[in-house]
Nanobody, 119 residues
Framework: QVQLAESGGGLVQTGGSLKLSCVAS????????MAWFRQAPGKEREYVAA????????RYADSVKGRFTISRDSAKNTVYLQMNSLKPEDTAVYYC????????????WGQGTQVIVSS
């Protein structure tokens, strides 16, 4: 079983920054990638960014390109999401996910951390 623990959410003003962390523990061997998703109230879960453990190759949703940066520390089994130039529309619960699967699914999910961007 895999456990994912997010942290770093909070309340920030428009234009501000936050850095989210996600620590993976348990049966993580063989994991290929990690990702961040978000879900705003009344909306479907949305893919944000992903990174591979081995090469650190990253991918981003168009809505966050140039503002968010995903990174990983393989030695710590930790993935980060640096969020800059935050906008009110970035307000959501942010979830980390282990090993993406088709259809915005994943092998395991964290509990989420709330990000609120005030205007």
């Amino acid at each position: 079983q895999v456990q994912l623990a997010e942290s770093g959410g909070g309340l920030v003003q428009t234009g501000g920054s936050l850095k989210l962390s996600c620590v993976a523990s348990g049966r993580t061997s063989g994991s290929l990638n990690m990702a961040w998703f978000r879900q705003a109230p009344g909306k479907e879960r949305e893919y944000v960014a992903a990174i591979t453990w081995s090469s650190g190759t990253t991918r981003y949703a168009d809505s966050v390109k140039g503002r968010f940066t995903i990174s990983r520390d393989s030695a710590k089994n930790t993935v980060y999401l640096q969020m800059n130039s935050l906008k009110p529309e970035d307000t959501a619960v942010y979830y980390c996910a282990l090993d993406l699967r088709p259809g915005n699914q994943a092998r395991s999910w964290g509990q989420g951390t709330q990000v609120i961007v005030s205007s």
